[in-house]
């Protein structure tokens, strides 16, 4: 059996598939691959796919399979699986990291320091303290970021289409999370539904000065509507790690004001890799069976 492993992971991984069969990261062997494995980095769309013909199994080391054909995938009998249990810590912790940066003028401050400049005065700050922060999205991340916000003393909403209760936040609609909440955080996967939430009709709904945090997909939201509202001051800042193209070569959003961004490197911790890895080869270790 052909494994192929796309995309970068723990160096470890590669020695522990190779137990499982013929393991490669050679894409001209992509026709013999029974399994594909990757991250967010290659997309298996229908061209790929057409070029496996002996595809049986895709394993995206990850959280979301939107970087995948799923429909064409399930046409072909393509089993389509991702590891959605590793990654929640890793990128809770980025946004909490996003959303701090924001309000204590991190990104801004530093940057003034390497110029040479003493902004100590212009560089007032807020405290999180007693700010209300509202989830678009009440699943495994969010529920980490909450966990994190309680701790600051943070009073903690959610609005979430497909769950009723939840032990970390007060559930509500979506047009009250953008009314109430100081910081919006993003944890939604990218849908039909959820691509573009965050337009101009919704940031006219949220509180003036509001803060927006995106470690979900750069899709949820309009670049173009954000950067407006960041200029003329509805929005009091952007935090992102994800991007509608990444990288966002031309987005309005790397010259646009109170932004802090990093290249999508929410899953990306030390500790990850290894529990990807780990996910991935029990997966494939089940499917060898
Ligand atoms: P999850 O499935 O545990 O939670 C997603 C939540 O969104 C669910 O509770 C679901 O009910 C809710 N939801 C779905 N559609 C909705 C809608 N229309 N309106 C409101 N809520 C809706 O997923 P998770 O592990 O918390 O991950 C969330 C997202 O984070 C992923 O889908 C992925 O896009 C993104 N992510 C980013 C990185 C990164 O590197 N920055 C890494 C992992 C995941």
């Excluded at 991702?82 to 701090?100: C, G, K, W």
């Excluded at 007060?170 to 047009?175: L, S």
């Excluded at 006219?204 to 949820?220: D, E, H, P, Y």
Aim: proline fraction near 3%.
């Amino acid at each position: 059996m052909v494994i192929l492993l796309a995309d970068a992971f723990a160096t470890d991984l590669p020695d522990r598939l190779k137990a499982f069969g013929d393991l490669t990261s050679d894409m001209n062997r992509l026709p013999e691959a029974e399994i594909i494995i990757v991250r967010s980095k290659t997309k298996v769309d229908k061209a790929m796919i057409d070029k496996a013909p002996k595809l049986k199994y895709i394993i995206r080391g990850g959280v979301g399979v939107d970087t995948i054909d799923v429909a064409y995938a399930a046409s072909k009998n393509v089993k389509v699986d991702n590891t959605p249990e590793a990654s929640s810590l890793a990128v809770a912790e980025l946004a909490f990291a996003l959303m701090i940066a924001m309000p204590c003028n991190v990104a801004e401050a530093d940057a003034s320091m390497k110029q040479g400049k003493w902004l100590k005065k212009e560089m007032e700050r807020v405290e999180l303290h007693g700010k209300t922060i509202g989830f678009v999205g009440i699943g495994r991340i969010a529920r980490e970021v909450a966990i994190r916000a309680k701790v600051f003393g943070m009073n903690v909403i959610a609005y979430d289409k497909y769950v009723a209760a939840s032990d970390v936040a007060t559930m509500t609609t979506f047009d009250e999370v953008l009314a109430k909440s100081d910081y919006i955080s993003l944890h939604t996967p990218l849908t039909d539904e959820t691509r573009g939430m965050i337009n101009a009709a919704a940031i006219s709904k949220m509180k003036k000065g509001a803060r927006v945090i995106n470690t979900a997909r750069g899709q949820l939201v309009v670049d173009a509507d954000v950067a407006a509202a960041l200029r003329d001051g509805r929005l009091g800042g952007y935090a992102a790690d994800v991007y509608d193209k990444e990288p966002p070569e031309g987005s309005a959003l790397l010259t646009a004001p109170k932004t802090v961004l990093t290249p999508h490197i929410g899953a990306s911790t030390a500790e990850n890799l290894l529990r990807l890895g780990d996910c991935i080869v029990e997966r494939v270790k089940a499917f060898a069976k």
